[in-house]
């Protein structure tokens, strides 16, 4: 997942006022000091780097001839400080979470959001754009930065007028303020559900490792002599607790209860009636709807894509019904398969949405003889990482490692990582891999730091966060990582590579800044294909006991396995993306949001949905992301980074002269030079036709997931 977040970029004034001189926030130097940065810093931090800006602007704002020179780089560096100190604010609020700082985060929120809707709408800068983007004397990377920025602004109300203006300004600040809300429901909600377990009756069926992490965090809590073998054990609705818990729970009670709690949380409803999100979710859609209206748009689904690849509501149903076509018969037919391998276990009647994960995962032992957790012990984190950078010289020609020397860190487990070409550093990450469920939020995702930036011969590197919530440590046992967990890791770090290797100088549209939202996980989706790659998993996999690789025979099954349930698990992806397209563009603010996702449901769903069900209070992606209306960028992307990853095959059956290294290598340069290279600067599709000579297709999409 990508974080649609504000970006942090170097600051150029050193006028600081000597009241805030010594202020953290205003004085991060090439890196921020996560040591001494505290809540109580913010506030004054944001009013003083809005102050700045505000002076600047002013100043600019009596230009009559707008260059590139005399006004898109000085506004650059005025607006530095506080895309810096917000961008610090919003990555500690996902990975240490605390009253204090979301305290302070909500002071200083409308602050922030209303110094950018006035920068939008100012009418003397949105001229100097207007005029700029008219000059003729612009790079086509400028001129794809000065497009976007006109085309920004309009969406942001720079040409509304009076009392619309004034509702317009009055629904941002609403929204930004309910989406921290949504946000922190989540979190909290999801902290909120422990259950101590103390029989061996509760835990039959769980894995060792589970009951490890388990009894450490019963440990944590207080059960000082809590064991793996004889407990307490404390299960959470963290995914390194929840979801092992679903697949091999022998407990169907157990199951059901944990699954109840999971699908209500932050509803209001059960244990979480203390954090409801569905009237926060019922204000978001009217308050979208009505931005959208102002802005003389028919709903907030064709705002949303008016700024994206696919462009209009139309062409999204058009690619989920060419795959729905495809994928629905399928997952039938899993179900159907699914529900007669339950029965021949003695499972009774029909399968509960507690049942689905177990059996499957029971299925999947049978059909391929091999258990997840048999795979967990080959893939300690080190040993994973190790071979993900070794990829990336293969792929790149880049060399990733661990810095000798790394900045302040805001926890223990965070490691900072530097990445050169040849002899010159090029780009740097920090990485926070496991999961803290009391302060840091579910999921993983990429935020950016620092953003790269060449001008007057000085040069600003790249630096990403990569955030994981992998399974930690538990006592001397290091981070052993779940498949999937190893392909999340790909995944984020995919989206790093954009980041870190792009060439383009220009701020506003280097690494991952300007481009599409539907386009923007092409390159985290292609990673996550290399995983199932012999010579790669020979390089990712070593035994954390004798450092031996994964069997080719167990390989060989993991491959086999690849696709299991995958047409299931492709309409999930279906189900979700026409909800929020229906949620975003024919939301009435009359019918009930649960009665628009049980109509969904019924065309999308096999099994379906409790009456209960609440996963939207927890749906971040759309209702605290980046996504709204977007969520099917996920599989628009995975079109494109499909048909990418195809070349590595044809080029590999096309009988090419070589060993794989150099194959890859050949192919990864010309990946790199395109789609990681560019970043904004281009049109996706001028890149994506520049690297693979043609339009993407659903043709490899499918063939990748089995499904032809």
């Known amino acids: 997942m990508l974080q649609k977040m504000p970006v942090a970029?170097?600051?150029?004034?050193?006028?600081?006022?000597?009241?805030?001189?010594?202020?953290p926030l205003l004085q991060q130097g090439e890196l921020p000091d996560f040591a001494v940065i505290k809540p109580e810093h913010l506030l004054p931090a944001v009013e003083e780097a809005i102050r700045q800006a505000e002076e600047g602007i002013s100043a600019l704002s009596k230009i009559e001839h707008p260059t590139w020179q005399n006004f898109v780089l000085p506004l650059r560096q005025m607006?530095?400080?506080?895309?810096?100190?917000?961008?610090?604010?919003?990555?500690?609020?996902?990975?240490?979470?605390?009253?204090?700082?979301?305290?302070?985060?909500?002071?200083?929120?409308?602050?922030?959001?209303?110094?950018?809707?006035?920068?939008?709408?100012d009418p003397q800068l949105f001229r100097l754009w207007q005029k700029l983007s008219q000059s003729g004397n612009l790079t086509r990377a400028q001129q794809r930065i000065v497009e976007s920025s006109v085309r920004e602004a309009r969406l942001a109300g720079a040409e509304l007028q009076g009392e619309k203006k004034q509702r317009f300004n009055e629904l941002q600040q609403r929204l930004a303020a309910l989406s921290t809300r949504f946000s922190n429901a989540v979190l909290d909600a999801t902290r909120g559900y422990t259950l101590l377990l103390k029989d061996q009756e509760e835990v039959r069926g769980l894995p060792p490792s589970w009951r490890a992490l388990a009894a450490q965090r019963a440990r944590e809590q207080g059960a000082e002599n809590a064991s793996a073998e004889n407990g307490p054990w404390l299960l959470t609705l963290d995914m390194p607790s929840y979801l092992p818990f679903m697949q091999h729970a022998e407990n169907r009670a157990l199951r059901e209860k944990l699954y109840r709690a999971y699908i209500s949380r932050a509803s209001g409803d059960g244990y979480s009636a203390q954090w409801n999100n569905w009237p926060v979710i019922e204000e978001i859609l009217s308050l979208r709807q009505e931005v959208a209206s102002l802005l003389g748009f028919r709903n907030f689904a064709e705002l949303s894509l008016a700024s994206k690849m696919a462009g209009k509501p139309d062409a999204v149903r058009a690619l989920v019904a060419e795959l729905y076509t495809v994928v629905y018969p399928k997952a039938k037919e899993e179900l159907a398969e699914l529900r007669d391998y339950a029965a021949s276990l003695g499972h009774k009647g029909e399968l509960a949405l507690w049942d689905v994960a177990f059996y499957a995962e029971r299925r999947r032992e049978k059909l391929y003889g091999f258990t997840q957790e048999e795979l967990r012990p080959y893939f300690p984190l080190p040993q994973v990482l190790s071979g993900l950078f070794a990829l990336a010289e293969t792929l790149f020609g880049v060399t990733i490692r661990k810095s000798s020397h790394p900045p302040p860190l805001w926890h223990p487990d965070v490691e900072f990582f530097e990445v050169y070409d040849g002899g010159r550093k090029i780009a740097a990450f920090y990485l926070d891999p496991y999961a803290r469920p009391q302060e840091k939020r579910a999921g993983a995702w990429m935020d950016v730091c620092r953003q790269r930036e060449a001008d007057s011969g000085n040069l600003v590197l790249p630096v990403a966060y990569l955030i994981a919530n992998g399974t930690p440590p538990v006592g001397d046992t290091p981070s052993l990582l779940t498949f999937d967990e190893?392909?999340?890791l790909f995944h984020e770090f995919g989206h790093g590579l954009q980041h870190m290797l792009t060439e383009v100088d220009e701020y506003e549209a280097a690494g991952i800044a300007n481009i599409e939202w539907d386009a923007v996980e092409l390159p985290s989706q292609f990673m996550e294909n290399w995983v199932y790659e012999k010579q790669v998993i020979d390089n990712i996999s070593g035994h954390w006991q004798n450092g031996k690789k994964l069997p080719p025979e167990l390989f060989a099954k993991v491959r086999a396995a690849k696709n299991y349930m995958?047409?299931?698990?492709?309409?999930?992806?279906?189900?979700?993306?026409?909800?929020?397209?229906?949620l975003h563009e024919n939301f009435d603010g009359k019918t009930p949001v649960r009665e628009i996702q049980n109509r969904i449901a019924q065309q999308y769903t096999l099994i379906p949905p409790l009456p209960e069900d609440a996963?939207?209070?927890?749906?971040t992606h759309i209702f605290a992301g980046g996504y709204a209306a977007?969520?099917?960028?996920?599989?628009?992307?995975?079109?494109?980074?499909?048909?990418?990853?195809h070349a590595f095959s044809e080029a590999a059956t096309s009988g090419t002269n070589g060993d794989h290294k150099t194959v890859w290598g050949q192919i990864g340069r010309h990946f790199r030079k395109t789609v990681l290279a560019r970043g904004g600067a281009e049109h996706p599709l001028e890149v994506y036709r520049a690297f693979r000579g043609r339009d993407a297709t659903t043709e490899a999409l499918l063939v990748l997931n089995g499904l032809r």
């Open 630 to 645: 977007g969520y099917y960028s996920y599989k628009w992307a995975e079109v494109l980074s499909a048909d990418a990853f």
């Open 79 to 121: 607006l530095r400080r506080l895309d810096q100190v917000w961008g610090v604010a919003t990555h500690l609020l996902g990975v240490k979470n605390s009253e204090a700082l979301r305290s302070a985060y909500e002071q200083a929120e409308p602050k922030v959001v209303q110094f950018r809707l006035q920068l939008a709408q």
């Open 566 to 582: 995958a047409a299931s698990q492709m309409l999930r992806q279906l189900y979700f993306t026409m909800l929020d397209l229906e």
């Open 9 to 23: 970029g170097p600051s150029t004034s050193d006028m600081v006022t000597p009241v805030l001189g010594q202020n």
């Open 615 to 619: 996963f939207l209070c927890s749906f």
């Open 486 to 488: 190893v392909e999340t």
